[in-house]
């Protein structure tokens, strides 16, 4: 069965550091990868996705970067966090019609 | 733009009634739609989906309704119970992309 693992599940940051968010999905071959984005009180936002390793499509801009170094890898990047970047970060991967979800990580830049 | 739209924030209904989640949509090239479940500082829980050539599917005490007409999405929860307290999110499918409503925050009534 395949498994979706996000780290960490919760990370406080101040203003202006760095982020490192990392997903990894097992018991699958060349998934579609996407983070999402959930603002207090707000739906998904969809921030980037990948169809293929070095694959990354963005749809919003911003301050954040995706990178997919592995087939089965997703990190979600940022040289210089600002206090707008808090929020629920979500990775998902989709095998055909169907999306499923990682467990999430809480960040709050402070 | 807002593609999907869950117009309804909250909804509550009492145990053992039925439970009707509503979604709008704008883009008639979506092909599949989907409904999860998502409790706060987790990630959305898959329930049900349905292609767009179907008009209903059904799972258990969900049923999904499309009427392509109307670009009208409906998931019906009967009986309900209130371990179905959440959020409900719709999603539709167009290529590789989902796009998602803002959701509904149901309160099933013991």
């Known amino acids: 069965s395949q498994t979706i693992h996000q780290w960490p599940a919760t990370l406080v940051q101040p203003v202006g550091s760095p982020l490192s968010l990392e997903c990894t999905v097992e018991?699958?071959?060349?998934?579609?990868l996407y983070w999402y984005r959930q603002a207090a009180g707000r739906g998904l936002q969809l921030l980037f996705y990948s169809v293929g390793i070095g694959q990354i499509s963005s749809e919003v801009p911003q301050n954040l970067s995706a990178s997919r170094p592995q087939d089965r890898q997703f990190i979600l990047s940022s040289k210089k966090l600002l206090l707008s970047d808090s929020g629920f970060y979500l990775c998902?991967?989709?095998?055909?019609?169907?999306?499923?979800f990682g467990p999430g990580t809480r960040l709050t830049v402070l | 733009d807002q593609q999907v739209k869950q117009n309804s924030p909250s909804l509550s209904v009492q145990e053992g009634r039925i439970s009707i989640l509503n979604c709008d949509y704008t883009?008639?090239?979506?092909?599949?739609f989907l409904w999860y479940k998502k409790y706060p500082a987790e990630g959305p829980t898959f329930l049900i989906s349905i292609s767009s050539i179907k008009d209903k599917n059904e799972d258990g005490r969900f049923t999904v309704f499309l009427n392509k007409s109307a670009k009208h999405l409906s998931l019906h929860i009967v009986p309900s119970q209130p371990g179905d307290s959440a959020v409900y999110f719709c999603?539709?499918?167009?290529?590789?992309?989902?796009?998602f409503g803002t959701g509904t925050s149901l309160t099933v009534i013991p």
């Open positions: 018991g699958t071959s060349n998934p579609n």
């Open positions: 883009n008639s090239m979506f092909d599949y």
């Open positions: 998902a991967w989709s095998p055909s019609n169907e999306q499923f």
């Open positions: 999603a539709a499918r167009f290529g590789n992309q989902f796009y």
